[in-house]
């Protein structure tokens, strides 16, 4: 099986930033696109950003220019570094993963637990 860990939220100012982490563990054959999105309450998970094996990324409209998602592939794990922090990112962040795991012979998608981020005013 594989396992997605978050960690890096909590309580920010805005302004603020928070450095976000997710490493993907277990019986890993490849990992194609890591990524993040966000649950705020009462709406629906919306991607905030992607990043694929090459580093090529993409991000939603809102976190352009304040967002950086990045990647070690050595380690299986991908970063958001978030700044400028606004209000409206405050949500649940969830790590996402297209993994072909070994006992697999396709890809399938992962997710972590989840990490709570609140943007004070």
């Known amino acids: 099986q594989v396992q997605l860990v978050e960690s890096g939220g909590g309580l920010v100012q805005a302004g603020g930033s928070l450095r976000l982490s997710c490493a993907a563990s277990g019986s890993i054959f490849s990992i194609n696109r890591m990524g993040w999105y966000r649950q705020a309450p009462g709406k629906q998970r919306e991607l905030v950003a992607h990043i694929y094996t090459g580093s090529t990324t993409n991000y939603a409209d809102s976190e352009k220019g304040r967002f950086t998602i990045s990647r070690d592939n050595a380690k299986n794990t991908v970063y958001l570094q978030m700044n400028s922090l606004k209000p409206e990112d405050t949500g649940v962040y969830y790590c996402?993963?297209?993994?072909?795991?070994?006992?697999?012979?396709?890809?399938?998608?992962?997710w972590g637990q989840g990490t709570q981020v609140t943007v004070s005013s």
């Open positions: 996402n993963a297209r993994v072909m795991a070994r006992t697999a012979l396709d890809w399938d998608d992962y």
